[in-house]
């Protein structure tokens, strides 16, 4: 029973994950590339069938065959990630956002970069 709740529990945070991925499609504040790995890693422990999906994924399965095998995130998608969380910070900042928030975020933003950016590129 114990096992099974465990795989529903990735499950959920596989498809949270996905869903965290796809929202950062349309709205800059959100980074895609992390959301999707870690999403495809909940996948591996919970769902197998959606693991596989996601690996074959035309747009996905790339990024992630890369990350699982080399431990690599391409160049475009670094700069593709930080100039989005760039772009969302600044606007974030030009609506007059609460300083709470833009250092919330600012902080949270800044997390994310460095870990891209210290990662290993091809």
């Known amino acids: 029973m114990a096992a099974q709740s465990g795989k529903i529990g990735f499950r959920i945070l ?26 495809a890693f909940f996948a591996s422990k919970g769902s197998p ?6 690996e074959g994924h035309p747009s996905f399965g790339p990024a992630i065959r890369d990350w699982r095998r080399n431990r690599v995130i ?21 609506a007059g956002a609460a300083a709470a928030v833009l250092a919330v975020s600012g902080i ?15």
């Open 49 to 54: 069938a959606f693991a596989s999906w996601l």
């Open 74 to 94: 391409p160049v475009k998608a670094k700069v593709l990630a930080c100039s989005m969380m760039i772009l969302s910070w600044g606007l974030l900042f030009v």
């Open 14 to 39: 596989a498809y949270v994950s996905l869903g965290l991925a796809a929202i950062g499609v349309v709205l800059p504040l959100l980074p895609t590339t992390p959301f999707v790995l870690l999403a």
């Open 108 to 122: 949270f933003l800044l997390g994310v970069a460095s870990y891209l950016l210290t990662r290993p590129s091809y």
